[in-house]
């Protein structure tokens, strides 16, 4: 009967004769290669897969390629298969690229190794586990931990691990966080394998392998912040490698917010971001430097929190950053963290979220890009008597997180560190809503503010966004003339420019740019003429006194002040009081020419706010005497707002600083009424241009020389 029973069950389809069931003996004892697939399956139980003998069919394994060099000769023609899926493409593409040939034959010996596999992202964990079971067999314990079972973390699996590996067997654990295994087999690991991002060699061999032809031309970055599914979810049947490639190139600028159409300037011409461009370059230069093995992650430096105004340029600045150094970035509002329930642990969890999808794409580095990063409150108002303080314990384990996720002390690639390989760029408005503990060295590190730019700044913008519409000579006026403007601003009135000449129907112009720039409003003439002297009044002055540059002067204008005269300090030396007071008087001029030339006085145009020539001559006459210490007391009593403050409050100090801006008030008159022909010049040459240049200013005040005695003559336009 038993002989009929066997013989029945050989002659079912898909099962042979069964062999012997084998007790588990150690690895000297037994041929585990010598015996026939189907006397064994893998039963799965929890993370690990453990190898136990039965009489069950074999399993399907994944469609996989096991040859290490596709042009070795097989040692009998293989039987035709089928298109690779684009997983084992894709993964199999990565792995290979990630382990040596000498690691290689070590894994297909399977000599009681103990292994890891690092993957680039926790989507990896499951594929790559398939993978390796299918290529390397089954005597494999198998430990896969993607960090979605809070349970299974490195206090679980030792016990399995230090058993199998003592029997002979071989355990690989594949995660994206080396602290999720088993604390064995981090102890007593014999190879580790990093599976980095695919890159584009590795992505063309994927290709290749599925749709089984070469793509050609690559473009440099594909795939970059992609995970996984992402890159596996282009590619399709049916499509050719071009086809994968556009659809590829697409998803990676969706990552990052763009699409085939934008365009970022390179770093190395953005003169407009000064310091931050500095910057990015040197990050450039090592974190190339880095990937090539020739300095360290600790060699790096790690972050920079810009400030600036609103529409300086701060978000593109960090994608500029990434085009530069060919690095990943993900990009994220601290506001975004509390978008969900405003739970504590939710808020963490979005925060984690972040830095671990930067050290999954950091290949070797990433770009954090952390906007609004004073909206994490400055740990110092807790101990303040605001209500601020009253929510210190919501926000103390927030701060602290952040602060060890920053913490450069993290950052080293043996422990898993969420920081390894990720450089921040923090950006604000309120640098003095930012802790302190974040700018130091091995987080943040650096403040840097982003200043409004400069005309070769400006022209670089304006050259930017009219994309060779333009002749670069058509731009050096109009740059000169929007000195001192953001970038937003220059965004806006290219946009507008380019508005005027669509619904002319004709190309982009020169006089687009100017008409865009100046308002067509009309002024009335006597509003226009005072403006025309007050601005003449500031470049007079300046020039008469020595005091700065002149840049230019404008009226006017749709972006910033419509109506300004741009004076640069000297930057070679530290204010004194003679400087200060010269800048309050420069600031002042523009009122002493309405008081000179006008009989009915000084309007109502120097004053209003605090940005205004009184406000701003207020405040430095002010700081002189309570904040830098050269206005006759040393005692520091404030900032130089919190001067301006004490002024407003303490009647004594305002008597002070009042007597102060009454004479240099009466300096500036004295100094216009000298100068008044160069004033009525400078005017008149404004009306007509409504821009000129600080050359052409210093030109017409050259040809006027300051004339004797006081005139009593009003001129009108």
Sequence with gaps: MKKSASRRTAKKPGLKKPARAHRMVPKRLVDLKAMPRDVFTRHAADDKTRMIFSTKPPIEYPEIDTNRDDDEASPSKPAKRSRRSAMTALVGAAFEASVSNEAYRKLEHNQALA??????????????KDYFR????????????????????????????????ARGLCVAGVSADAALLPRALLST??????????????????????????????????????????????????????????????ATLASRGETIEDRLPPLKDAVEYGEARIFGLQLARDIMAFREGRAKWSDLQKGICLVSEPGCGKSLYARILAQECGVPIVITNVAEWFTKSGYLDDVIRAMRSVFD????????????????????????????????????????????????????????S???????????????????????????????????????????????????????????????????????????????LVREARRIARHADRPLAAGDLRAALL??????????????????????????????????????????SANRTLVQADANDMPTRRTI????????????????????????????????????????ISALHLTWGVGGTVAFLGSRKDALEAVRYDRSLREVVEADLQRLQERADKIVDRYREAVIAVAKALQRRRHLSGDAVRTIFDAHPPVRGVSKTVVQS
């Design 519 to 560: 308002t067509a409003e009309k002024i009335p003439l006597k509003t226009d003429w005072r403006i025309c002297v007050h601005e003449a009044g500031h470049a007079v002055t300046a020039l008469a006194i020595g005091f700065g540059k002149v840049s230019h002067c404008v009226v006017g204008a749709r972006t910033g």
């Design 134 to 165: 299918a290529t390397f067999g089954g005597r494999w314990l198998m430990m896969a931990r993607d960090g979605k079972t809070r349970t299974l973390n490195s206090d679980v699996g030792s016990e399995e691990v230090s058993r199998d590996l």
């Design 581 to 620: 007071e010269d800048q309050a008087t420069m600031l002042l001029g523009g009122r002493a020419a309405e008081r000179v030339l006008f009989p009915s006085g000084e309007s109502i145009g120097g004053g209003g706010d605090e940005g205004s020539d009184i406000g701003l001559a207020t405040e430095v």
């Design 414 to 492: 043996s422990t898993g560190s969420p920081r390894h390989g990720v450089i921040v760029v923090a950006a604000t408005n309120n640098p003095h809503g930012v802790d302190p503990a974040l700018l130091r060295p091995g987080r943040l590190e650096k403040m840097v503010r982003l200043q409004r730019a400069d005309a070769a700044g400006v022209e670089n913008m304006l050259r930017f966004h009219v994309a060779g519409d333009l002749a670069d000579c058509h731009l050096r006026e109009i740059a000169e003339m929007m000195e001192r403007s953001t970038g937003a601003e220059v965004m806006a």
């Design 357 to 412: 999808r930067c050290a999954a794409l950091a290949n070797p580095c990433s770009i954090a890009f952390l906007d609004e990063i004073d909206a994490v409150p400055n740990r110092d108002d807790f101990n303040s008597s605001n209500s601020g303080s009253r929510n210190k314990d919501y926000w103390l384990p927030l701060v602290t997180d952040l602060l060890l996720r920053l913490d450069n002390s993290m950052g080293s």
């Design 115 to 128: 292994v890891i596999v690092m993957v680039p992202s926790p989507a990896w964990v499951g594929p790559m």
């Design 189 to 250: 690991v014999d190879i580790t394998i990093r599976v980095g991002v695919p890159q584009p060699a590795v992505l063309a061999t994927a290709i290749a392998r599925f749709a089984k032809r070469t793509p050609k031309d690559l473009p440099p970055g594909l795939g970059i912040g992609l995970d996984l599914h992402d890159m596996v979810a282009c590619l399709r049947p049916g499509s050719g490698p071009a086809k994968i490639v556009q659809r590829l190139q697409a």
